[in-house]
């Protein structure tokens, strides 16, 4: 009996202290190299893009630069790893990287299959894009029957292309590249008649043809595409640093808490923006988080409010100018909506 109750107690340890080692080792891992290691796109306008100086910038790339504000205090402690889609998974679940923020589309055999969606950042949905010189008198997704479609493999857009044209007894040529970088010269250069994925990645792509004038999107939107960051699963504590990366920003958009006054708002009698800011007395939000209490004041200097990041990169502010639609939030007819940090 004495063996057996040593034994259960020998093995309730271990899986405590499994636990233990799980929850902190990511943030311990980033921290003791000295930077936050981000999967992003190979090359997607607004979103994850490098210029010619090599220097990375966009929607996602403003999350990883975030996140790092978030543990460091600094957004420049980020290396990028461009992924195709094809490898972005894999990358992640090896530990090349530390967290995948790569327009990736949260379904359930993901999320069952080792991996965490801490949020979702941006609801998308395929759609479908055609030269309208070539597809002259195409105004809908229901009249390809028997087009060439350009896709990018190892996506969930191939297996809604599928769907989409299986459900509507239509025919179609596949032709599909594992480089999205494939999938848009291709396009570009007339092999197939038509490009789907994502439809903001369409307005994105777009921008790079040789003539985008001639370029339309469909109406048609067949998809639900809840784009978010993934992390390995596992790691609780990781998990919530990016989760809470994200509220954040949604919040300081909530309560006007911008990049501009971020500092000055540091004295503000609002309770709300006080407990936020790590301001309020005896705080400790966001050492539960293995962070700083400054932690959103960081984030926020660093990048902005959702509102910020997403007019700037792929809003009003930027060539895409695509409009907030329903990732406006959830207090203005939207689907973003902030927990509470409290």
């Known amino acids: 009996m004495k063996n057996l109750v040593l034994k259960g ?27 936050l290691q981000c999967g992003v796109n190979t090359g997607l306008p607004g979103f994850a ?74 609801y998308d949905g395929q759609g479908f894009m055609i030269n ?4 002259s008198g195409i105004n809908s997704a229901l009249q390809l029957s028997g087009a060439s479609v350009c896709v990018q493999a190892g996506t969930t857009t191939e297996l809604n292309l599928a769907d989409y044209f299986k459900s509507n007894k239509m025919e179609y040529n596949p032709v599909v590249f594992e480089k999205v970088e ?19 990645g369409l307005y994105a792509y777009r921008l790079a043809l040789s003539a985008p004038a001639d370029h339309v999107v469909l109406p048609e939107i067949i998809s639900k595409e809840p784009l978010g960051p993934v992390v390995r699963q596992g790691d609780a504590q990781w998990a919530d640093i990016i989760r809470w990366t994200h509220y954040a920003m949604l919040t300081a958009e909530e309560l006007g808490i ?15 923006i ?23 004041i960081n984030i926020v200097k660093a990048v902005g409010n959702y509102s910020e990041v997403f007019e700037r990169n792929i809003g009003s502010g930027s060539p895409l100018k695509i409009a907030r639609g ?16 409290r």
């Open 9 to 35: 107690a020998l093995a309730a340890s271990a899986l405590v202290l499994l636990a233990t080692a799980a929850s902190a080792g990511t943030l311990d891992d980033v921290k003791k190299k000295g930077f």
């Open 49 to 122: 893009s490098p210029n010619d100086k090599g220097e990375w910038s966009g929607f996602d790339v403003d999350y990883c630069r975030a996140v790092a504000a978030a543990i460091f205090g600094d957004p420049t402690k980020v290396k990028y790893t461009p992924l195709s889609a094809k490898d972005r998974l894999p990358a992640l679940q090896s530990g090349e990287i530390d967290v995948l923020i790569r327009n990736t589309t949260w379904t359930l055999s993901r999320d069952t299959q080792g991996f965490d969606f801490t949020g979702v950042n941006y």
């Open 132 to 135: 309208s010189k070539k597809l």
């Open 182 to 200: 494939e999938v848009n010269a291709a396009y570009d250069s007339g092999r197939c008649d038509v490009y789907t994925t994502d439809q903001s």
């Open 258 to 272: 911008t990049q501009g006054n971020v500092e000055e708002l540091k004295t503000s009698d609002n309770q709300e």
């Open 274 to 296: 006080k407990r936020i800011l790590g301001q309020e007395a005896n705080t400790k939000l966001g050492t539960d988080l293995g962070l700083t209490n400054d932690w959103v």
């Open 326 to 341: 329903i990732n406006a939030q959830w207090s203005k007819g939207g689907l973003q909506y902030a927990m509470p940090i």
